[in-house]
């Protein structure tokens, strides 16, 4: 089957301060899965935050940047100056791209918690 | 307008009793999907609708039903309440373009509790 693998719990960083969260991926049924960033701020919905489709290619957006890693099965989720507005829940997930659905399966989510 | 609403925010159901859970969107999304996301644990998709093609996972077929009378609304059912179905449960919406699959959205989640 499929997993995502992502720092678990809770990660506290100061404000401006550089920021990775690590996401690991298997997948046994998709020989070249799309790979997403979700993020979910207080009382509002999951939300995507970059998404990348090919393998060796960086999505970046808000600041945050990831890079599809294949050779590692990597997908770590940067940002160099974090602010206290991306206190958030981040989510990894793994997706395949069919005309019918998007099965996306997620990681445990990282609460990030910035410390003015 | 990219919202995907749900009612209701939040449910409180008895064990054995049946609970329904519904989605809407105005994006004339072709697909619907539901998720379940219990504490500490990843959202994990139960069910989505392409068009009016009803696909559920194989590991929570028999514990759910979903109907999508028209493009816009899609409901979750439970037929009779348990405890381990208190969650929280996340409705989104994707579309088609160009052969490929654009973003899901997704709405702010019911939460239910099965007492």
């Known amino acids: 089957g499929d997993s995502v693998t992502q720092t678990e719990g809770q990660v506290t960083v100061s404000e401006s301060k550089s920021l990775i969260i690590n996401c690991t991926y298997s997948t046994t049924s998709i020989a070249y899965p799309n790979l997403f960033w979700y993020v979910r701020y207080p009382g509002e919905g999951l939300q995507l935050l970059l998404k990348?489709?090919?393998?060796?290619q960086k999505g970046s957006s808000r600041g945050f940047e990831a890079t599809y890693n294949k050779e590692t099965t990597s997908f770590h989720l940067q940002k160099a100056s974090v602010q206290e507005s991306d206190s958030a829940v981040y989510y990894c997930?793994?997706?395949?791209?069919?005309?019918?659905?998007?099965?996306?399966?997620f990681g445990k989510g990282t609460q990030l918690i910035i410390q003015p | 307008d990219t919202t995907v609403k749900q009612n209701p925010r939040y449910k409180l159901a008895r064990v054995g009793k049946p609970v329904n859970l519904i989605c809407s969107q105005t994006?004339?999304?072709?697909?619907m999907y539901w998720y379940q996301k219990k504490p500490n644990q990843a959202p994990k998709l139960l069910l989505f609708y392409y068009d009016k093609i009803l696909n559920r996972e194989a590991d929570t077929f028999e514990k759910f039903q979903s109907s999508r009378p028209n493009n816009s609304f899609c409901s979750l059912y439970i037929g009779s309440a348990g405890l381990e179905y208190s969650a929280m449960y996340l409705c989104a919406s994707s579309l088609r373009l160009g052969g490929r699959r654009d973003t899901q959205y997704f709405g702010p989640g019911t939460r239910l509790l099965v007492l």
């Open positions: 997930a793994l997706g395949e791209n069919t005309g019918g659905a998007d099965r996306l399966t």
């Open positions: 994006m004339n999304h072709d697909t």
């Open positions: 990348v489709i090919t393998a060796g």
